[in-house]
């Protein structure tokens, strides 16, 4: 089952979507997906996007995107330098808060980085009415997997944050030259 053979559409999340099967291997993201992602939603904490089987209607995957803001001295020097930021002007950024593909679809087959493209385009479009720098993300310590995913999707390390999670960073400029200047 790979994106290109597999009808499928994204959606953001609502009663229609089955919740109680998620499974991806994360206990954390299982169980924010299944309890609170709901209301995650309707409190505006979050817009939480799920990807569905539109064969199955199995979920396949979710994701949320929040606004969030960060210190221009934590992003890399060469943002900041490029566009002249000084280092405690107050930046939006777009924050890709949970990420996570069901099992019975992630591990190789394509479905990640698809997920990817559709949450980094959305994110660009949201940038063009509420100003964001980039896409920050945190991994969990040990999660060896999220690491290596986006470290191939060219994120950058910001380091480890107080709460033991590695913050990874990537500039919208980049996103839209992913997306052919889209
Ligand atoms: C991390 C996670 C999102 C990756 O999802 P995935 O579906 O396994 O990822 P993909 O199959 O798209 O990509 C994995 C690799 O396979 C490659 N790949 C294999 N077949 C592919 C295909 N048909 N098309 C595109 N890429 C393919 C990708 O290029 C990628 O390699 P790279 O990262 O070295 O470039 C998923 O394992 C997951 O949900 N894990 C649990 C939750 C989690 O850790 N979330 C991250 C929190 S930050």
Redesign the pocket.
């Known amino acids: 089952m ?1 994106p290109e053979t597999t009808p499928h559409d994204f959606r953001p999340l609502d009663n229609n979507h089955p919740r109680t099967a998620f499974s ?3 206990t954390a ?1 299982d169980i924010y997906f299944r309890t609170l992602a709901g209301q995650s939603g309707r409190r505006r904490m979050s817009v939480v996007h799920v990807m569905s089987n539109t064969v199955t209607q199995d979920v396949i995957a979710y994701y949320t995107l929040t606004n969030a803001s960060i210190d221009a001295g934590l992003l890399p020097d060469v943002l900041v330098k490029k566009n002249r930021y000084r280092p405690h002007d107050t930046l939006g950024v777009t924050l890709l808060g949970r ?3 069901d099992l019975r ?10 997920m990817y493209m559709d949450a980094s385009y959305n994110a660009l479009l949201a940038s063009r009415i509420v100003a964001s720098c980039g896409i920050l ?1 945190d ?1 969990e310590t040990g ?1 060896a ?2 690491r ?2 986006w470290a ?1 999707r060219e994120f950058v390390s910001l380091g480890i944050r107080n709460d033991g999670k590695e913050r990874f960073f990537i500039s919208m400029d980049y996103i839209q030259k992913l997306h052919g200047n889209a």
């Open positions: 790979t991806c291997g994360d993201l990420f996570a593909i679809y992630s591990r190789g087959k394509g479905w990640g980085v698809h993300l991994t999660n997997r999220a290596e995913f191939g």
